[in-house]
């Protein structure tokens, strides 16, 4: 079919309608779910969370790696603190029970289900540089493309900036400081591993989904990954996440006062 006309480009893209692939978003999602979408080894998604959303990540096949941005979908100047995350809560290895925090001391999102040995809250993604330096391209529409460059398309399409993006934090993919300050690789999770993140407030979510930098394959070597979202309710004063911690009730009342204050139940 030549696409030389207009007439003929319009026929070619029509055709394309009904056409099924492994990798791309579902509209509408599917019943039950305000968001599904299969994301393919190098590419990225965004959306718009509401409070209480249950986000679901798979790896079905074992070798993903998903870097995580969050941001107060209200007033996106708040977002994801990686180092607030960790020393607030007094835990580098995020898993299941785990507070993601904002650099306002409030909770962005919990974490029903992960395995705290196959996430990363010290290497975030990779990097135009680093991805040149290793597979000879790094740019978001070349063959090998960088998760900070990624990111930055994810991003643009909330009005953010790459001066907006902070750190972000990995799952799928371990990795351990040692006593000598040195990172070891764990490797992958392994094929159906899943982890969960559930809104504590209105939410924009950048996903990312690149090789870890620290992984050891010589090719540029990710797999796709699933994203659903289920509708839900957050975390409340007799959930046991909100006792686990001083420092976590703490972060969970700020956010409470906060939305309060907002009219957000």
């Given at each position: 079919m030549s696409t030389a006309t207009t007439a003929g480009a319009r026929q070619h893209a029509r055709a394309q309608g009904g056409t099924v692939v492994e990798c791309m978003p579902t509209v509408p999602a599917p019943d039950g779910l305000s968001w599904a979408e299969t994301v393919p080894g190098g590419g990225y998604t965004s959306k718009r969370l509401a409070r209480g959303t249950t986000l679901r990540l798979t790896d079905p096949h074992g070798d993903a790696c998903v870097s995580v941005l969050l941001f107060n979908a209200d007033e996106p100047w708040e977002r994801l603190n990686v180092a607030d995350t960790v020393?607030?809560?007094?835990?580098?290895?995020?898993?299941?029970?785990?507070?993601?925090?904002?650099?306002?001391?409030?909770?962005?999102?919990?974490?029903?289900?992960?395995?705290?040995?196959?996430?990363?809250?010290?290497?975030?993604?990779?990097?135009?540089?680093?991805?040149?330096?290793?597979?000879?391209?790094?740019?978001?529409?070349?063959?090998?493309?960088?998760?900070?460059?990624?990111?930055?398309?994810?991003?643009?399409?909330?009005?953010?900036?790459?001066?907006?993006?902070?750190?972000?934090?990995?799952?799928?993919?371990?990795?351990?400081?040692?006593?000598?300050?040195?990172?070891?690789?764990?490797?992958?999770?392994?094929?159906?591993?899943?982890?969960?993140?559930?809104?504590?407030?209105?939410?924009?979510?950048?996903?990312?989904?690149?090789?870890?930098?620290?992984?050891?394959?010589?090719?540029?070597?990710?797999?796709?990954?699933r994203v659903e979202a289920r509708p839900g309710a957050p975390t409340g004063p007799t959930d046991a996440l909100w006792s686990r911690s001083p420092e976590g009730e703490r972060a969970l009342l700020n956010t409470a006062d906060y939305l309060t204050a907002r009219g957000i139940v």
């Open positions: 020393k607030v809560l007094w835990q580098a290895y995020v898993g299941a029970g785990h507070l993601l925090l904002s650099d306002q001391g409030r909770v962005l999102a919990s974490v029903p289900v992960g395995d705290p040995g196959r996430s990363d809250t010290f290497c975030g993604t990779s990097t135009l540089a680093g991805n040149t330096a290793r597979y000879g391209g790094g740019a978001p529409h070349s063959a090998t493309p960088a998760g900070r460059e990624l990111f930055v398309l994810a991003a643009a399409k909330h009005g953010l900036t790459r001066r907006d993006l902070p750190p972000s934090v990995s799952f799928f993919q371990g990795v351990r400081v040692g006593d000598d300050g040195r990172f070891t690789w764990l490797g992958s999770a392994g094929p159906g591993a899943t982890v969960e993140l559930r809104a504590e407030m209105p939410l924009i979510v950048l996903l990312v989904n690149v090789p870890h930098p620290l992984s050891p394959h010589e090719a540029y070597t990710c797999t796709p990954v």
